[in-house]
């Protein structure tokens, strides 16, 4: 799973069509707040728009396209497939990061960094095939890495270089002669 910016439209009023007599199967008295029915019948109910705060992205685009440009080089370097999962990992972290790595496409291939901020936890989870390629030693190294960084406050420099040292020590494209 790849980190990228919320791009679209933000909704800022919802509705449904209630059909033809819709106007007197619906009481307005129970409506939520900000819902009307209109003259058409259909329920329409403004929200409130606001930005998205800091909280909400926890990476500017620049810092975006850094991790994905990472993610990329390391794919194509290695031939692993290299993804990051950032949020809450639950109360048994790596069965749900286990989890998330076997709905990866190729999982076989597949090295995912999972990362829960609030609760602490950094786990690198590798498909069967990967694992020939990047030893626990390795993953230990890289998660260390981060740690690191994570401490400091930076964390899409530790991010950057856990993916660098993975794919260091996944080595390049296994070739075919």
Do not use: C, I, W
């Not at 509705?15 to 619906?26: I, K, Q, S, T, Y």
């Not at 709905?103 to 602490?120: I, K, M, Q, Y």
């Not at 994570?150 to 996944?170: I, K, P, T």
């Amino acid at each position: 799973m790849r980190l990228r910016p919320l791009v679209g439209e933000v909704p800022v009023a919802t509705g449904e069509h209630g059909g033809h007599g819709a106007l007197a199967e619906v009481n307005p008295d129970d409506l939520p707040q900000g819902a009307v029915v209109t003259t058409s019948g259909r329920v329409s109910r403004a929200e409130v728009f606001r930005e998205p705060s800091k909280a909400d992205q926890p990476f500017s685009p620049v810092q975006l396209s850094r991790l994905d440009e990472a993610l990329t080089m390391a794919s194509r370097e290695t031939g692993l497939r290299f993804s990051v999962y950032l949020g809450d990992l639950g109360g048994k972290p790596d069965e749900r990061a286990a989890e998330l790595h076997g709905r990866l496409p190729g999982s076989a291939e597949a090295v995912l960094v999972a990362v829960d901020p609030e609760h602490r936890v950094v786990d690198v989870v590798t498909g069967p095939e990967a694992r020939l390629r990047l030893p626990d030693r390795g993953a230990k190294l890289a998660v260390m890495s981060m740690v690191a960084s994570f401490r400091e406050s930076d964390l899409v420099g530790g991010l950057l270089s856990g993916l660098r040292m993975l794919a260091d020590q996944a080595g390049g494209r296994a070739r075919t002669q």
